[in-house]
Each structure stands twice: as C-alpha cells, then as structure tokens.
C-alpha cells in the first residue's frame, strides 16, 4: 500500500502568551519549550480535520515530534477519509495531552500532503 507523508504547516507568531497561574509570567521561548516537551512526550495526537458536513472529524494519530517551526509530520493511507477532507478543507486542529500531569498543547494550522519520495523518506517513522 502506498504511503502519503501528511505535513502540518502551523503558524505561532502573534499568539498572546497566557497569564502565569504563579505571578511569574513566561517567555514565548519557556512556552514553546513547554509546548515541544509536551508534543514529543505524547505516544498519540488527536488529530481533527472538518468533514463533509462542516463538523469536526477526529481521530487519533502517531505523529513524529515538531520540528523547530512546529511543523508536524504523519504518514497516511492516501485513500483515507482525512486525505479526501484535508484536500476539501486543509484546516486542522492538534490536540496534545501531557501524559505526566493536567497539562495540554492543541494547535490550530493548516495541512498540506506531500508525495515527493525523498521528502517522505526523510520523514518517516519506522512504528
């Protein structure tokens, strides 16, 4: 079966940093730290595309971790129901739970597939 690299472009700059539960307020660089911290522990994601009804479509997804853009990378069947909505609506929303306490990072982007061999290579994920 052939392979589709699926890449989620997302967007961070412009985000207001939220208000320090300790006084003491965090650092855009301390936040994103946090965020890849959490986003690499994660064994899975939530990953939710739009459907043909305009309503939320998720599931869970084996994603490798974010690169320093946080640009995240999955691999997927081409013939799966996200690869016909992500071409519909690329629109695409990642939710991950911190395993060790209450925390969570959700990104909102955009995906986009990739077919090119090499770029797929050099994206994948042996699990």
């Known amino acids: ?4 690299a699926l890449c989620l472009l ?12 300790d006084g ?11 965020a890849r911290d959490v ?14 009804e305009g309503r939320p479509a998720v599931r869970a997804m084996d994603a490798l971790a974010p690169d320093e853009g946080l640009v995240v990378w999955f691999a997927t069947n081409p013939r799966s129901r996200k690869v016909d909505q992500l071409r519909a609506d690329p629109r695409v ?8 306490g ?11 597939l990739v077919e090119d061999p090499a770029l797929k290579a050099g994206h994948w994920k042996e699990s």
């Not at 997302?10 to 539960?21: D, K, R, S």
């Not at 003491?24 to 946090?34: E, F, G, V």
């Open 102 to 112: 209450p925390g969570y990072v959700t990104l909102n982007g955009v995906a986009r």
């Open 93 to 100: 929303a990642l939710h991950y739970l911190d395993t060790d």
């Open 39 to 52: 986003m690499s522990a994660a064994p899975y994601v939530a990953f939710a595309t739009v459907d043909e």
């Open 10 to 21: 997302v967007v961070t700059c412009g985000l207001p940093l939220p208000a320090p539960l």
């Open 24 to 34: 003491q307020a965090l650092s855009r660089s301390q936040l994103l730290s946090a």
């Open 1 to 4: 079966m052939r392979q589709v």
